[in-house]
């Protein structure tokens, strides 16, 4: 069987044009989030829930917008900073996770205990190593829970597993080489 040119170009253009038509993409948590939204679309703190959950579902480009729509909402807010780049973190976009980390600590002062091994994980994320392990012995050094195996999976339970795949390797690294 031959598909001339034209008759592909005509079926994937009816591909996008049906993409383009489709409704969004849901989930219970998605509608919660955009009934949130629909009352105060300027609520950087949902516009970051709903990043996450975008992320965390896959859908990247939506995802990327509501973080970046929150980041400029809300360049100030520490808390706000560090969710988002917990969500870039799963979106594998290391470098945006370890910027939104940076000026999320700078931000506080270094004072949340979450602060260091956040950045850790960031630097660990772009592959810096060495800035990462010193990073997370500071963490240890404010929380032991973090230099024992026992209670770093404990604390972890409930993280993604890209997040608790870089900080065991990260923990790994730290325990064998810093």
């Known amino acids: 069987m ?32 955009r009934a949130l939204l629909a009352k105060d679309p300027q609520n ?6 709903r990043g996450h959950a975008y992320a965390l579902l896959g859908i990247k480009a939506e995802a990327l917008a509501d973080l970046q729509k929150a980041a400029a909402l809300a360049p100030a807010d520490d808390k706000v900073l560090n969710r988002i780049a917990w969500s870039y973190f799963n979106l594998k976009e290391y470098a945006r996770a370890l910027e939104a980390w940076l000026e999320s600590a ?15 994980l960031g630097y660990w994320g772009v592959g810096d190593g060495l800035k990462a392990t010193a990073f997370y012995n500071t963490a240890v050094e ?31 690294a730290w325990r064998r080489g810093y």
């Open 106 to 120: 700078r931000l506080s002062g270094y004072q949340p205990y979450y602060d260091y091994y956040a950045v850790a």
């Open 2 to 33: 031959f598909i001339s040119r034209n008759s592909l170009l005509c079926i994937v253009l009816l591909a996008l044009k049906m993409y383009a038509l489709a409704e969004p993409p849901t989930s219970p948590r998605l509608e919660q989030l």
């Open 44 to 49: 950087a703190m949902t516009l970051q829930d």
């Open 142 to 172: 404010q929380d032991e829970t973090f230099g024992e195996w026992k209670t770093l999976v404990e604390r972890t339970e409930t993280w993604t597993w890209a997040e608790k795949d870089a900080t065991y390797r990260l923990y790994d």
